[in-house]
Each structure stands twice: as C-alpha cells, then as structure tokens.
C-alpha cells in the first residue's frame, strides 16, 4: 500500500496546459482503469475531477482531461486560469481491494 | 443534493478511543458503498477504510487494520468509524465520502463531508 508517486509541484501560466504524472505499479495504476483526480484547495473537501482514467463527472471543465499509459496516469489541464491554483492527488484502486492517493501535486498559475 | 456531515473529533490521549460518525442525506444512504479518507496537517490524502451498501464487505488500510473498524446503520443513515489504541500519527482531519456511481466497480469518491479533526497527543 504505497502511495502513487507524483511531482510535489508544477507550474504554469495563464493560458498554458501543463500534465501531471502519478505513477503506480501492476497492482494499482496498470492494473486497472480505475485512476481518479481530486482537486482540493486549501482547508476545503476534495473535488473529484477525473475517473476511471479519462471521464470527466458532469460540471468538471473540458480544460481537464486524464489518460494513462503503463503504470503511469496523467492528469492534463489546458488553458490555465488562475482558479486552477490548488492542489491534485491522484487515486488507484489496488489488487487488494483497497484504494491508495498519489502524495499530492501542488499547482502553481504564475 | 448529496450532504456528509461528519463529527466526533476531538483531542485525546495515545493508547484511547474515538467514534466518528457521518451523517448522510440527499440520496439513497443503503444503495451506496462508504469511505473514510484521512488528511494529516499539511500532508497529504490517505485512504482508510471502506464499507459496502450493506455492509458485508469493509477493507482498511494496513496502517489502521486491527485498530479501527467502520461499520454503518442504514435506517440511520449514518457510517461510523471506531478508532482504537489510537497513535500520535492517526492525527489528521477525517473526511466521509461516497463511493459514486460513476464507477461502480473501481470505487471513485464523488462527495465528501467538510472532515472532521482528530488529534492524539499527550
């Protein structure tokens, strides 16, 4: 039950797209696709912005967007804006029916 | 609309216990599976227990196995978590979420409560 491995940080400006990586192993990420991405500001509840790998839940912006190759998922935001500043974890389901988060990805809109 | 209010959080000593609860409303609480997901001060999401519909199935986190036990009361609309022999480092805000329907066999958390804090510290 280790966590998924993800930057501590990334950054952009306004307008660009940047992609964050969670990487896993067989028994999780590559193993199934049953990746999610939560979005969380600071002292508020997650968000959840992605699922099963690349579907988006209703009212999530298409500027967010996830895909998955191997053991590594990707979470994709495009056309940044300044309200995307927060922080993103990632999410897999796992062999042992138990679920493990990605350690957390900090975005910065310069 | 879906709502999770969790509470029973507090400070309390190393080696005790605790119950949290999360109280449902908005949907149909038996239908869906339930999750405890606990966030550390500035650190980040660990996933910690979750419950079945029905309650047949509850699998944990190894960290947690043996010392904490969630189980729910449909008629009540509420999960529990019971927390024993607790440990410095259970200290964290608790957070209830729902196992949505958009997945229904990877398990995705589609609502969650606004937490609870739990600090263990002597």
């Known amino acids: 039950q280790s966590a998924l491995t993800q930057p501590a940080s990334v950054s952009g400006s306004p307008g660009q797209s940047i992609t964050i990586s969670c990487t896993g192993t067989?028994?999780?990420?590559?193993?199934?696709?049953?990746v999610s991405w939560y979005q969380q500001y600071p002292d508020k509840a997650p968000k959840l912005m992605i699922y099963d790998v690349s579907h988006r839940p209703s009212g999530v912006s298409n500027r967010f967007s996830g895909s998955k190759s191997g053991n590594t998922a990707s979470l994709t935001i495009s056309g940044l804006q300044a309200e995307d500043e927060a922080d993103y974890y990632c999410?897999?389901?796992?062999?042992?029916?138990?679920?493990?988060f990605g350690g957390g990805t900090r975005l910065t809109v310069l | 609309q879906v709502h999770l209010v969790e509470s029973g959080g507090g400070v309390v000593q190393p080696g005790t216990s605790l119950r949290l609860s999360c109280a449902a409303s908005?949907?149909?609480?038996?239908?869906?599976?339930m999750y405890w997901v606990r966030q550390a001060p500035g650190k980040g999401l660990e996933w910690v227990a979750v419950i079945w519909h029905d309650g047949g199935k509850k699998y944990y986190v190894d960290s947690v196995e043996g010392r904490f036990t969630v189980s729910r009361d449909n008629p009540r609309n509420t999960v529990y978590l019971q927390m024993n022999s607790l440990r410095v480092e259970d200290t964290a805000v608790y957070y209830c979420a729902r196992w949505g329907d958009y997945s229904p066999n990877g398990g995705v958390f589609d609502s969650w409560g606004q937490g609870t804090l739990v600090t263990v510290s002597s």
């Open positions: 908005g949907f149909i609480f038996r239908n869906y599976g």
């Open positions: 067989s028994s999780d990420v590559g193993g199934y696709n049953y």
């Open positions: 999410n897999s389901y796992t062999s042992s029916t138990t679920w493990v």
